[in-house]
């Protein structure tokens, strides 16, 4: 937890492996990420490790049901009907068939937490993912997270500008 | 599950520019082509001029004088045994022998048959240099009768002018026949002999006897030697040589039989083709150079999707091998067009200019068809690289 400005989603990049630009060293088990190449991160990525980014990063053209196909195949952890089960979950049903960029941003923040769901992980990182959604559809969403957390027993990291309540932590750091 | 292509393709080649890539496949075709083409007419003159060529135990023989200019003319322009030695010296020349003039003066007649007398010129060549030698070409010392290898032209000329002198044309068997006399006479006395041609030559235009006569007849009736000579005969493994010309053409030494005209007209032949290949080269190097700029310019108009693709966790060496994959058909493509249109070259050239010789085929040459296969590797491998190094630069 942190205010703006305090190195919130610098955080989450090191972590994720897109910024090199830190003191000290992050592991993943032994292996330390500077090491890494490029084949590597893209494992990592695809196996280990996902994200919900602040700035949400889908591809505009393509609609919301492209963007979570997209995740999905690289290494698919659910089938693809499991897609339309979570946006109709989180509200977004009807938006499958709509282009990324005609999307509110609260619904394409909903495509960004869907996306990070569909792929297997150890640990999912979360930027402020509920900036633009209400107490509602936040909780549905956290909801949803630590459903699949459970599944997966993996670890959320969740960077925030304050407390969320119905965020179960067990460790709380504050920048 | 195999991960799908299909899905991301609409990301990657988005607003790609048509025209830069039909100018880039235009380009590419045209040095293919122009390549290909040069490469099967090399090989065509290789085996239209290697096949011509009359040959004896796979060697040319060609006789060789020197050039009389007005600069040289009244030196003494005969071969030394220095020249001689020069001339065996050279890798490309296997062999080479004098051809020994008569010393004294030498006049024919045919007697009653053909009434002609003429002052005429022998010349005497190793045995080994003459394509035609019968075993009763020898002479023994006193022996009377004087075998003669006669040049298959000398006798053309002959029956050319003979009705005009009101002298019968002959055979090459009547010809065979007839009785010479030959009446020799030096400073140190005069013999006569009777000559009977004993075989043609298609290569030696001269009157040839035996070596060993024409050394005696020298010695006895001039009373000198039979050491320098006009002309040369060497023996080559190929008469179109292009080492040997430029020596031949250094020594301002002169050929006097059009078997090299084949290869002088094959050097500029060749030296054309192969300006022309170099060319087709450049050409295809200019169009895989204006193919990298497309691709570079497809991969920066697809930079945010690459990027995001790559942040999502696809492998770069994927994303470049199913990028640089879609090129191969493209690539195929025009290369074996190319093919096509070289094997319709090939199949006209031969039909139409050549007249189906049988020394060609109508069909390109396996070089050819090999030239296209590393053409085709050599492209996928390029463009496959250069979209490698493009991505790993964004990672």
Known sequence: MAPSGSG??????????????????????EKNIRQFGAEDFALHRKDHISVVFQDLRLFPEQTVGENLEIKRQLNPFHPSEKIKE?????????KLQSRAKIC????????????????????????????????????????????????????IIFADLERIDYFPYTKLFHL | MALSYKTIKPLLLTGTNAASRWFSYIGLGIGVLLLLCSLQMFINIQQLLTRNSIRKNGSDYISIA??????????????????????????????????????????ASAGQMINFSSDIFIEALNNNFIDTVPPTFTWVENQPTLPVIFSSEFLE????????????????????????????EGKF?????????????????????????????????EGQDSTKSSRVFIKTKDANNSDLLKFLDQKNYRVNKDKTMFGRSKQILQGIISGLGVFGLLVILLALMLFSFYLQLVIARSRDNLQLLLTLGYSPAWLSQNMAKQFVPVYIF??????????????????????????????????????????????????????????????
């Open chain 2, 66 to 107: 020197k050039n009389i200019t007005n600069e040289n003319m009244g030196k003494d322009n005969r071969f030394s045994s220095a020249d001689l030695k020069e001339l065996k010296a050279q890798p490309f020349i296997e062999d080479a022998a004098p051809l020994i003039p008569n010393l004294f003066r030498v006049q």
């Open chain 2, 189 to 221: 006395g005069e013999r006569t002999f009777i000559a009977r041609i004993v075989a043609f030559s298609d290569r030696v235009n001269s009157i040839l006897v035996p070596e060993n006569f024409l050394e005696w007849a020298n010695k006895t009736l």
């Open chain 2, 157 to 184: 000329m002959y029956n050319v002018f003979a009705p005009s002198w009101e002298l019968p044309q002959l055979s090459p068997a009547t010809a065979t026949n007839v009785a010479i006399s030959l009446h020799c």
């Open chain 2, 334 to 395: 025009v290369v074996l067009t190319g093919l096509a249109l070289t094997q319709v070259m090939q199949w006209s050239f031969h039909h139409f200019v050549m007249y189906d010789r049988p020394e060609l085929s109508s069909f390109v040459h396996w070089a050819v068809l090999a030239a296209s296969a590393v053409l085709i590797i050599l492209s996928i491998i390029t463009n496959y690289r250069l979209v490698k190094k493009l991505l790993y630069r964004m990672f």
């Open chain 1, 8 to 29: 919130k989603t610098s955080l989450v990049h090191f972590l994720y492996g897109m910024r090199q630009d830190y003191n000290g060293s992050i592991l993943y088990g």
């Open chain 1, 86 to 94: 979570m946006a109709e979950r989180l509200g977004i049903g009807n």
């Open chain 1, 104 to 155: 509110s941003y609260g619904e394409q923040q909903r495509v960004a937490i869907i996306r990070s769901l569909l792929q297997p992980f150890d640990f999912l990182l979360l930027d402020e993912p509920f900036s633009h959604l209400d107490t509602n559809n936040s909780q549905k969403a956290m909801e949803l997270m630590l459903e699949e957390a459970k599944q997966r027993e993996a670890c």
